[in-house]
Each structure stands twice: as structure tokens, then as C-alpha cells.
């Protein structure tokens, strides 16, 4: 098999960033890469149960009374022929890349296909990668045009618990830059200098119960 540096960095690259990703930024640059990298190497199915309509248990009818005809059915609003979910296939692309596969969904039908391909019962569990953040940044940054645009916008909004591990290091110092002293620690640091300030001053000059304005 023809391996170059550049395929072999790739190919683990999407491997890791697949596990980590749902976002449509993500799979747009997927089928990018797939497209102009890898190889078709067959189909797969796969079959997603459908979910019963509670309303009408599955009938597909709605049962109504009225006073002059008594008993009977409507179409249930809820559903379709009692399907609250209607079981689905999805055809699957199978692509090689470097030493790994890849599914790309390009189909997906409520009749069973007449096929001999395997069929994949449920969804695809991916187990999770320490890597795949950051073969996911790396990805997005490589291959989605306005990307930085987009990290930065979204990014420090939220404060990390976990501020001080070093995967959370942007994210803070972010957080920091940009909400200054509404940020989260600064407001910690408020807080207890406050609290600090209480406790040192004289007992004597805290109001006195009776001066409250309540
Ligand atoms: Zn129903």
C-alpha cells in the first residue's frame, strides 16, 4: 500500500477526530478529506428501531366518541401508522483511509433494502480518544476556512473546573481576556477579599442590629 507521511498523519487525524465530532463543521471537512483521499471499499446498512406512537399504542388510530355515532377512529395526529420514530436504514459508505475505515451515511429509507450487505443493528459507538480534541482542532483548522473566526467567538464562555489542566489552558485564558473582571476567577477573588475585608475590621464598626434599614 502507497503510505506517505502526509496520509499516515491524516488518516490517524480523522481516525481520532471521527470519535470526538459531531458538529456539521466536522463533517463537512470528513467528506473532504474522504473525497479527495480515500478509497470506496464497499457499503454497510444500518438498521435504527423505530419507536412506537403511545397515544395510539401503536395502531395508528385514535379512538373518539361522539354522543349521536358513538365510537370512532381518526387518524392518529402523533404518528405515522403508529410510528412515533419509524425504523429506518441507513445506507452506509465504506471508505479506507490509511490503516483505518470510515462510514459516511448517503442514504436512508423506511423499506428494507434487498441486499446482501451487513446490517449494523443500532448506532455506531465510537469509543472515545484522548486524542480526538485535539485531532479535531487540528482538522478544523487545517481544512474549515474561517475557523480561528469561529473558535474565538465561541470559545471562553464557559469556566473550566478543571481550569488547571493544560487541555483547559486556552479555554480559561480566554475566558479571562475577554470578561475581564466579570470573569469567574476575578469575581472569586472579589468575593473573598470581601469576605476578608469583613472579618478584619473592627467589631464595633459592622451595623448595629437596629441600624439595618430592615
Ligand atoms: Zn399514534
Given at each position: 500500500m502507497n503510505r506517505n507521511p502526509k496520509q499516515i498523519i491524516l488518516s490517524w487525524l480523522l481516525h481520532h477526530a471521527n470519535r470526538e465530532a459531531s458538529s456539521h463543521y466536522f463533517y463537512q471537512v470528513k467528506d473532504l478529506i474522504l473525497q479527495k483521499h480515500a478509497r470506496v471499499i464497499g457499503y454497510e446498512i444500518q438498521f435504527i428501531e423505530g419507536k412506537k406512537c403511545w397515544t395510539c399504542k401503536g395502531t395508528g388510530k385514535y379512538m373518539k366518541y361522539d354522543h349521536y355515532t358513538g365510537w370512532y377512529s381518526e387518524p392518529?395526529?402523533?404518528?405515522?401508522n403508529g410510528w412515533y420514530h419509524r425504523p429506518v436504514w441507513v445506507i452506509l459508505q465504506k471508505y479506507q483511509f490509511g490503516k483505518y475505515t470510515?462510514?459516511?451515511?448517503?442514504?436512508?429509507?423506511?423499506?428494507?433494502?434487498?441486499?446482501?450487505?451487513?446490517?449494523?443493528?443500532?448506532?455506531?459507538?465510537h469509543e472515545p480518544s484522548k486524542y480526538g480534541e485535539f485531532a479535531l482542532f487540528i482538522l478544523l483548522l487545517l481544512?474549515?476556512?474561517?475557523?480561528?473566526?469561529?473558535?474565538?467567538?465561541?470559545?471562553?464562555?464557559?469556566?473550566?473546573?478543571?481550569?488547571?489542566?493544560?487541555?483547559?489552558?486556552?479555554?480559561?485564558?480566554?475566558?479571562?481576556?475577554?470578561?475581564k473582571q466579570n470573569s469567574i476567577p476575578a469575581q472569586r477573588i472579589k468575593r473573598s477579599l470581601l469576605k476578608l475585608r469583613y472579618r478584619l475590621l473592627p467589631a464595633k464598626s459592622q451595623p448595629e442590629p437596629e441600624e439595618l434599614p430592615f
Open positions: 392518529c395526529w402523533h404518528c405515522y470510515f462510514l459516511k451515511p448517503i442514504k436512508s429509507t423506511y423499506e428494507k433494502p434487498e441486499t446482501n450487505v451487513p446490517v449494523i443493528k443500532g448506532y455506531i459507538d481544512y474549515e476556512k474561517g475557523f480561528m473566526k469561529r473558535w474565538w467567538r465561541e470559545s471562553g464562555w464557559r469556566w473550566y473546573r478543571n481550569w488547571y489542566y493544560p487541555c483547559n489552558w486556552a479555554q480559561s485564558a480566554i475566558h479571562i481576556f475577554k470578561r
